[in-house]
């Protein structure tokens, strides 16, 4: 219902906007964002920095992951030698590999195109499996 206005002799309703209670509203609204928005952290990653360590192993299993996503075994002290093997039938062929000796790291060397997914599906199945060392090779950038 519009406010009526009894001016002399007769009624008439008032055409204008009333703009108090909305510049009320916007004034807390504008407080309550300008106290929130320093608690607010970006949500930055940090990600670990690749650097060089002291001394290789020198019996390494190295899985890798093709462009294709299909994985080859190369044996340590067997670099040039590669052996196709399938995911199911992945975890046997690295305890073959280890020569019975857990303690014998198993390095993932992936294509730089290849999906994370798959890295992740080959070293869950590793970790799964109790392989104790797994890690990723990565190229050093000068």
Known sequence: MPAMVSRGRGR????????????????????IFMVTAPLITPSN???PSVGKASKQPDRVVQVVIGKDEKLELRRPGKPEETQSISQAGLVAAVRQA?????????????????????VVKVM??????GVKRVGLSVQLTP
């Open 45 to 47: 990653i940090d990600l």
């Open 12 to 31: 008439r309703t008032i055409n204008e906007i009333n703009m108090v209670p909305f510049i009320d509203v916007m004034l807390v609204l504008l407080i």
């Open 124 to 129: 869950d199945a590793l970790q799964r499996a």
């Open 98 to 118: 280890q020569d019975g000796d857990d303690n014998n790291p198993v390095v993932i060397s992936a294509d730089r195109n290849v999906k994370y997914e798959s």
